[in-house]
């Protein structure tokens, strides 16, 4: 059952590799889950050791129905993308960001987490197993979904006694059914996200879970998805259900300062660099739902959304419009950057690349 035997295989020249692609209807990819070749799966025990991680064949895991992500919600995950550059080579964005990410995620949901090597090692195991799924150059990417779970039994509520790191993949195109055509955002304010000294920072599954009935409150309204405010003051922007916001005015562009409530997201991160690279001035800090009025321009940034730029925001029933109906000149000039140099297109001063 050698993942290597797929790629014997050939039809499709991709360049310097001659690979047979999966058949799948590359041209629309949207962001749904399509079952791969391969997982990775890594145990750890008592002994708070990670050890003899595996490629598996992709396929339903088994679970004690008293595990402690279960029952208590004891997990955590993880996105990050590989894409196809145009001569066939394939690159990840700053894998070991998401291990570092991970690691503070799992000391604040008290479990054990791989190390920083084991973690994009396992990474790309996972994605050259699955190599036939990786779109190409210029359709979409493989996103990675790794995930922490405690798969040990426990009743009592406790930290589980075993946990399970599994990595699997799906091909990608763009997350919003909007493609890339601006989303319209509502602001929630009965509803939160997170609350100081919770678990908003970090990348914990039930932060998920806490979103999806305002999410699908919104969505049933027309909305694409739902914009949070902090929940002591109800007035300063966290972040939206799946991503970070951004607030552009002039020559300067604004986000949530990080504090514990709002995840940092590993493209928000890169987006402040880029920006700045850019000449454009950049504010980490208090941003106040006032500040949307008047506002030149609004996007959102994160892994699966990548740079989504906003065209309309809605706060209890007044709706302001950002640029005219596209891509704002600030959001286009960040996605366009950010994206060159996930696929290779442009030199990566910033060494964020990991070429396979
Ligand atoms: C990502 O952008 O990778 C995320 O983890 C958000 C998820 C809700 C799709």
Not at 38 to 44: N, S
Request: with cysteine.
């Amino acid at each position: 059952d050698s993942p290597f035997k797929l790629f014997s295989v050939s039809s499709h020249t991709l360049s310097n590799e001659t690979i047979q692609l999966a058949d799948i209807d590359w041209d629309n990819l949207g962001f749904g889950f399509c079952p791969t070749d391969y997982m990775y799966v890594m145990k750890c025990g008592r002994d708070g050791n990670f050890s003899k991680g595996e490629l598996q064949r992709f396929g339903n895991i088994e679970l004690s129905p008293s595990s402690g992500v279960l029952n208590y919600g004891q997990g955590l995950f993880e996105g990050l993308k590989a894409y196809r550059k145009q001569d066939g080579n394939i690159l990840l964005f700053r894998p070991e960001e998401n291990a570092m990410r991970m690691q503070v995620g799992a000391e604040r949901m008290c479990m054990p987490s791989p190390s920083v090597e084991q973690f994009v090692e396992a990474v790309k195991a996972t994605v050259l197993a699955n190599k036939r799924w990786i779109p190409p150059s210029g359709k979409g990417s493989l996103y990675i979904r790794p995930l922490l779970m405690g798969s040990g039994a426990v009743l009592g509520l406790a930290p589980a006694p075993e946990y399970t790191f599994l990595i699997y993949v799906s091909p990608v195109g763009n997350y919003f059914k909007e493609g890339i055509a601006p989303i319209n955002l509502v602001v929630e304010h009965e509803l939160h996200r997170a609350t100081p000294g919770g678990t908003g920072g970090v990348k914990t599954i039930g932060n998920y879970a806490a979103v999806l009935k305002a999410q699908s409150a919104a969505k049933a309204k027309g909305y694409s998805d739902v914009l949070y405010l902090d929940c002591v003051h109800k007035r300063y922007l966290e972040e939206v259900s799946s991503c970070n916001i951004f607030v552009v005015k002039g020559n300067v562009i604004s986000t949530p300062v990080i504090k514990g409530t709002i995840l940092p997201g590993i493209t928000r991160k890169s987006i402040i660099d880029v920006a700045q690279s850019q000449g454009f001035q950049v504010e980490e800090r208090l941003v106040t739902v006032e500040e949307l009025l008047d506002a030149d321009e609004v996007f959102c940034t994160g892994t699966a959304v990548v740079v989504s730029p906003v065209g309309s925001i809605t706060y209890l029933g007044k709706r302001v419009s950002y640029g005219e109906g596209g891509f704002g000149a600030v959001s286009q000039q960040l996605y366009s950057v950010l994206t060159q140099l996930q696929m290779g297109l442009i030199a990566d001063k910033m060494n964020w690349t990991l070429e396979l």
